[in-house]
């Protein structure tokens, strides 16, 4: 099309026809122009199509670690709420509320209540790969880009907390570092002793005597009051917030 108005252009200066010349002049400028504005079509096209793609791919891949990261915050809630719930049976004990236990009872609530320590470790990989790239303005859901930006510093807070509870627990298990109490015992009677291999001991020591412990009892409600804390103002609204986070990936995920 351009060599035709370029033959075009020559034969009508050849005539000194200057104004058809300029006509036509003028329309090789105008299909140029148009040429350029459809290349550059193109290539936005392109550059949505790609960037859509690279959205996508992020989507699914942010819905993978979310959904991971809830499975494991359930079952972190569960425990949690386990220990909780074992540690206020104790402190009905230490208050003389309950009958006393029997030695292989009383194993098992601080076996169950302290064995397991509490941290939230979620699946973050991906979406510290798009924030640490700068690749998070590439999701276009504004709510969804705050939405994580605010998790990754929710996160930080609650490790923090998990570290204060972790400290109300060690203060309890403290207690059995001395040669008053002993953790053999409790290690006998739940089975934990068995399954590590070792023999139980065959005059054991009672650990009963921790029920008359202020100390014990302190530290105890101390732990009680930071798991019960843990739930109510941390675990619980990071669950609302992981559900949302997860509601708006799956509403954008074709």
């Given at each position: ?153 929710t996160i ?36 934990a002793s ?53 509601e708006l ?6």
């Amino acid at each position: 099309m351009i060599l035709f108005f370029k033959k075009l252009r020559q034969q009508l200066l050849n005539k000194n026809k200057f104004g058809r010349y300029l006509l036509y002049a003028i329309g090789e400028i105008v299909l140029v122009v148009i040429g350029i504005l459809i290349a550059l079509a193109v290539n936005n096209s392109n550059e949505k199509r790609i960037l859509k793609n690279k959205e996508q791919t992020y989507f699914q891949g942010l819905h993978d670690e979310f959904t991971t990261s809830q499975l494991k915050l359930n079952e972190l809630i569960a425990v949690n709420k386990r220990n909780f719930e074992g540690a206020k049976t104790l402190l009905q004990y230490t208050s003389h509320q309950e009958t006393p236990p029997t030695e292989r009872l009383f194993s098992e609530l601080l076996f169950n209540t302290l064995a397991s320590d509490i941290s939230f470790n979620p699946n973050n990989s991906l979406l510290n790969e798009i924030i640490n790239s700068g690749s998070l303005k590439d999701l276009s859901n504004a709510q969804l880009r705050i939405l994580l930006t605010n998790w990754i510093a929710t996160i930080e807070d609650i490790g923090k907390q998990e570290t204060d509870l972790g400290i109300q627990r060690e203060k309890v298990l403290d207690l059995f570092r001395s040669d008053a109490y002993s953790l053999k015992t409790i290690f006998d009677l739940t089975g934990a002793s068995q399954e590590i291999g070792l023999q139980p001991t065959a005059q054991p020591i009672s650990n009963l005597e921790l029920l008359q412990s202020q100390e014990f009892e302190n530290n105890l409600l101390m732990f009680a009051l930071s798991s019960s804390a843990m739930e109510a103002t941390h675990y619980s609204p990071l669950m609302n917030d992981l559900n949302a986070i997860l509601e708006l990936i799956d509403a954008e995920l074709e």
